[in-house]
């Protein structure tokens, strides 16, 4: 991935943003994706096992999760389980793993085949969470 920090403009202080975790054990990709999406206008956030990205869920009740398949720790099947039993609100999830059948995944909207390309990744999560939506809050 080639890194480029385009002018990130501060988006903790704006209210409506709408917010992405992204759970990934790569530490390139967590940033890279991180960093786009920011310039994108979302509020990313990220998490490096399943585990952590159950933590991530409580906190910051994202809008969208992008999940990694094959982590260690905890990896993307058992976080699928564990948030599936949450009493939160949900988030649909965009699976970030080469050759997943995400049709019988639970809450999972999308698959993303590694290795992708960020304009590839930026159309799915545009079409799940569009910057014009209004955010909803659920309960």
């Given at each position: 991935?080639?890194?480029?920090?385009?002018?990130?403009?501060?988006?903790?202080?704006?209210?409506?943003?709408?917010?992405?975790?992204?759970?990934?054990d790569?530490?390139?990709?967590?940033?890279y994706?991180?960093?786009?999406?920011?310039?994108?206008?979302?509020?990313?956030?990220?998490?490096?096992?399943?585990?952590s990205?159950?933590?991530?869920?409580?906190?910051?009740?994202?809008?969208?999760?992008?999940?990694?398949?094959?982590?260690?720790?905890?990896?993307?099947?058992?976080f699928?389980?564990?948030?599936?039993?949450?009493?939160?609100?949900?988030?649909?999830?965009?699976?970030?793993?080469?050759?997943?059948?995400?049709?019988?995944?639970?809450?999972?909207?999308?698959?993303?085949?590694?290795?992708?390309?960020?304009?590839?990744?930026?159309?799915a999560?545009?079409?799940v969470?569009?910057?014009?939506?209004?955010?909803?809050s659920?309960?």
């Amino acid at each position: 991935f080639a890194f480029c920090m385009r002018g990130r403009r501060s988006i903790m202080a704006e209210t409506n943003i709408l917010s992405i975790l992204i759970i990934d054990d790569e530490e390139s990709i967590r940033k890279y994706v991180q960093d786009t999406l920011a310039d994108e206008g979302y509020k990313a956030v990220v998490a490096n096992d399943g585990a952590s990205g159950l933590n991530m869920v409580q906190i910051y009740r994202p809008d969208l999760i992008l999940l990694d398949m094959y982590m260690p720790a905890m990896d993307g099947w058992a976080f699928l389980a564990a948030y599936a039993q949450m009493q939160i609100p949900h988030a649909p999830i965009i699976v970030m793993s080469s050759e997943i059948d995400v049709k019988r995944m639970p809450g999972v909207v999308a698959g993303i085949g590694k290795p992708f390309t960020i304009d590839r990744l930026l159309v799915a999560v545009k079409k799940v969470l569009p910057l014009s939506s209004e955010k909803t809050s659920g309960v």
